[in-house]
């Protein structure tokens, strides 16, 4: 690890010398991933820490989420109990829905998984019943899942409250990847995906450090949206008048270090027919953007840029990739590429759907949240924990 980790960072870390054989630890993970990423940051992120448990003959419980309740999206995790058996952990993942109260069992040495803890109304409420029922099933915590570090959920922000926890090594390391560029100057910083926390970035102090920025996805949209020009069914973050209020002003205090796109892909919903549009012009009922390029001339500019400062942060795809538009995504590999290790990748979705070329790490929003406060949420509720004195690593 980079020296730069601090040394209370260290201090609330999971060591393998913690576990009793026999006892019992919950680990909560952050493997939300589709199938077949076998080998994405979410899933390896995790590995280390749970066969030290393993190997330690702890009996393992796993909380770990994918998509979310409120909108229906959370699913089965069969295959992140595919993807931990594949590279040899002890996994058993638990079929039937689990209930408050309901006990797990376990022999030393093994991992239950449990299902998608977003199954649960409560998770993302961080329902304090839930919290208390999941942190029944162990004598003791380890939080991971940098993905979700920065989100109050029962299964990490809430389970640290009840049992005595650490941070996993996992998260501890992707914190300390992030290190070198939680300060200095940033050579371009690209958000886009649909998550809300990315629109706010705009209004962190990663753009104060940032040579240019460059909105795309549905952080564009949302962009475009609240100066008032028409985005049709393109799909975007919600946003409260406030935020509306704030983001044209953080466009307008960008200056020309904002770049936006020359042109966008507009898809009919009904016909599935495809043309090329200036930015500028209004997009109809009906049709939504797709995919984006720049022009020439920005191009040119943000090579030359990276030249000079050569970092990046990009955090979510530019388009719908998954859906075949990969003109945009093709440019940002083209131009982040010759950055090597200076260019980031964060998030599930970026990791997934864009070339990697550079450094990645699982989390989009939490990343985002260090790098613009130097903290994350869980690390600094478990720090006032322990300076509380509920508990500690005795």
Partial sequence: MHSAMTSDITALTFRPELVTPGERWVYSAGANVVPGCVTAPRITEEVPDLRALTAAQAVVVVLSHQGSYRDGSAGSLGHVAQAWRSVGLPVRLMDAPWEVGDAVRGIPGSITLLPNTRLSPGEEDCDPDLARAYATLGAKAIV????KSHRRNASNFGLMEHLPTWISRGLALELDVLQPIRTGPLGALVLGGMKREKV??????????????????GVLNALLHAQGIGVGNSRRPHLDEEERRRLVQAVHTLGDRIILPHEVLLTEEISGSSHWAPLSVPIPAGWAIR????SPEHLGRIAEVLGSVPTAVIAGPPGDVRGGFVVGAQSLSNLLAPLRDGAFFL???????????GT?????????????????LVVEHLRSIRLEGTFNDD
């Avoid at 991971?144 to 993905?147: E, H, N, R, V």
């Fill in 200 to 217: 706010l970035a705009l209004f962190s102090d990663l753009t104060s450090r940032a040579h240019c920025v460059l909105p795309t996805g």
């Fill in 291 to 294: 995919d984006l390029r720049w």
């Fill in 360 to 376: 990645a790490s699982p989390g989009g929003g939490a990343a985002l949240e260090y790098l613009g406060r130097g903290t994350c």
């Fill in 144 to 147: 991971g899942g940098f993905s």
């Fill in 347 to 357: 998030g599930g979705d970026t990791c997934e759907e864009i070339e990697v070329t």
